[in-house]
């Protein structure tokens, strides 16, 4: 079947005009609260649904459904620990960002632990989202590569640096402010070509729903849990990495939670994150399910692409013309998600993390929106350089390289947090960024040598919770009594606070250990 790639490409620039708009209008008048916070006036549903889209990706839209006949739904363990992590984030997070009127999630970190754990914490989510971030956009960009612009002669490089350009046009100006809008927008594309796909490979095998969920029963593609206990995939090791991976990457992850905290009132705030969550299990099946079909289809067209090219082929090379636009504009809909985001999240880090941007007295406002667009620029082109590093790599499966990567970067700032959080103690911070480095390389050698020392029993994603399990340790050791304040529960929440100085938020500090 097939579709004309210069068609293809047509509607992509036609999608990215829409993008455009959007930014225009949401943009006008944006300032840095708004680039950073959303002027902290989001609506919750929107940025639910927003959120969603981001937590999928390209990464789930290519690579859940592709896994499916190798590892059947093993995948959703991972998501019903991520549910749980979400209720500690809703519950236990939230909250304390909201008492504290954090821009930055970070800013906790030199309050609770001091100015050395602050920047190491903020330090670990820009390399973390710097890495994850751009194996997702690499993900997607390759298969846009191969299905389209390849056969227009247009080279990767070229192709992931226009990409980019186009992401700034729509993020430079109005940041979180914008992205809730877009990510909603992309959202509902992205969600709207897995139910049409799902409905056309149903008809193509000529079942019904329940028929369908039958045929992949008899042939065990629909076993969740891994009972194995030597198994990476063991059913606890996964529900507790879930629970860790969700706990992180969302709820210790700037990009995700700089939506979250743009919404007016806590209450709010939490709707949006349990939501969201709740949602998930369902989009997640769905994905399952659909991978499922394409094996069956698979197996009985004779197609023998598997992992993150099994979709894509599908999709472009067997649906109907008018099937093939919808599968694009749904994966450019998941590219923009996972990158637009990431570069604004990494851009108000930076700012005001790194440079000190709001607690610094000595610029003016032009000047630090000037500053803000020459990092939000330089984001972008070290998302370029990376893009183009995973390209010489190569994987067959991304989804495994982000999670395995997250286990080694998310691990120190899950140790920093949970240290802060559970404990009465002040580490040493001139030590803290040891600790931090020491912890991912101890596990990277436990992992290099796990059957050496462990015989059959595989280290999987769980070595997220062991690499902060290894930094709360080492924070310990270096640790003294210490008592820590933090800000009293109940206080409101405003529209438009005010940026807090070191000093204004010291005083309101107090363990939640104390609670």
Known sequence: MGISPLLLFGIVLLYFLLLLAVSWYTG???????????????????????????????????????????????????????????????????????????????????????????????????????????????????????????????????????????????????????????????????????????????????????????????????????????????????????????????????????????????????????????????????????????SLYAEQTGITATGDKLFPYIAMHRMPPLLSVIFVIALISALFPSADGAITSLTSSFCIDILDMQRRKDRTAAESQRTRQVVHLAFAAIFLLFVMVYRWIGSDSMITVILRVAGYTYGPLLGLFSFGLLTRRRPNDRWVPVIAVASPLICLALDTCQKQLFGSFGIGLELLLLNGGLTFLGLWLASTPGQPQIQAAGQPHPQSPQPQTQAQIQPQTQSLSQQ
């Not at 050395?116 to 390759?142: D, E, H, N, P």
């Open 28 to 294: 006008r008048n944006a300032g840095n609260d708004s680039f950073f916070i959303g002027d902290r006036n989001s609506n919750w549903m929107l940025v639910a649904f927003g959120t969603l889209g981001t937590s999928l990706s390209g990464v789930t839209f290519v690579s859940v459904p592709g896994g499916v006949g190798a590892s059947a739904f093993n995948y959703f363990q991972i998501i019903l620990g991520q549910f749980l992590g979400y209720i500690v984030i809703a519950y236990v997070l939230l909250p304390l960002y909201y008492r504290l009127q954090l821009t930055s999630i970070y800013t906790w970190l030199l309050t609770r632990l001091g100015n050395t754990s602050y920047k190491t914490g903020a330090s670990f989510f820009i390399l973390s989202r710097t890495l994850g971030g751009t194996a997702r956009l690499y993900l997607v960009i390759a298969i846009l590569q191969d299905a389209i612009l390849q056969d227009l002669h247009i080279p990767f490089w070229l192709t992931t640096g226009v990409i980019l350009a186009m992401i700034l046009l729509y993020t430079f100006k109005g940041g979180v402010k914008t992205i809730v809008w877009t990510d909603t927008l992309q959202t509902t594309c992205m969600l709207a070509g897995l139910v049409f796909c799902v409905a056309y490979i149903l008809k193509a095998l000529h079942w019904q729903p329940a028929g369908a969920w039958t045929a992949l029963a008899h042939r065990g593609m629909t076993a969740i849990f891994v009972t194995d206990v030597d198994s990476k995939s063991f059913f606890l090791k996964q529900i507790l990495a879930g629970a860790g991976i969700s706990i992180t990457m969302t709820g210790m992850d700037q990009e995700m939670m700089q939506k979250s905290i743009s919404v007016p009132r806590l209450k709010d705030s939490q709707r949006n994150v349990l939501s969201m969550a709740t949602i998930m299990l369902g989009v997640t099946l769905l994905f399952l399910f659909l991978g499922g079909l394409l």
